[in-house]
């Protein structure tokens, strides 16, 4: 199994997973603001911190770069996903769960679609160098650690998700 396949098979299992989860939810909690204390502090941005803005910053930011990496050039910037066209999201629940099902198939394509040579290229984000190859894994990190703040808001609203590898693949072979 190479890199790349291991990185397909695993993004496409966790963000499955994700949105197997974002399904199983009451529509209550996809804008329930979460609690706020000195042990469950999430930051300034608190109003904001919804299930449904993390759901669709994670569709946004992953269609964003994934997009991005086939035309990224060696020694290029790639700007963060801030103040840059981006796909918009639908309303929160099933339409957005909808269109990140159709975003991941296309961006599971978009990934496939790299050559070898596409994937070794060498870019900057953020003051930092990545190989394509290596900000793909970042991309799947990024989505770990936003679907676990959406983990603790479905917790703290007493709505249990599986556990983080419940992965929905059985069978074969994930990485």
Not at 35 to 40: G, H, I
Request: net charge negative.
């Amino acid at each position: 199994m190479t890199d790349i396949d291991r990185f397909l098979s695993l993004y496409q299992q966790q963000v499955t997973l994700s949105l197997n989860v974002l399904e199983g939810i009451p529509p209550a909690l996809w804008t329930s603001i979460p609690a706020d204390s000195e042990t469950d502090y999430l930051g300034t941005r608190i109003s904001r911190i919804t299930i449904a803005a993390l759901a669709a910053h994670l569709l946004q930011a992953e269609d964003y770069w994934i997009s991005s990496l086939a035309e990224i050039d060696h020694g290029q910037l790639l700007p963060p996903p801030v103040g840059v066209p981006m796909l918009k999201p639908s309303e929160f629940g099933m339409p957005l769960i909808r269109q990140y099902r159709q975003a991941l198939d296309t961006n599971i394509d978009r990934v496939c679609a790299l050559a070898a040579e596409q994937l070794a290229t060498k870019f900057n984000f953020i003051s930092r160098t990545y190989t394509v190859q290596g900000f793909l894994w970042a991309v799947y990190a990024h989505h770990c650690y936003y679907f676990g703040q959406i983990d603790l808001l479905l917790r703290q609203q007493g709505h249990m998700p599986p556990e983080f590898l419940e992965l929905p693949q059985q069978g074969r072979l994930i990485a």
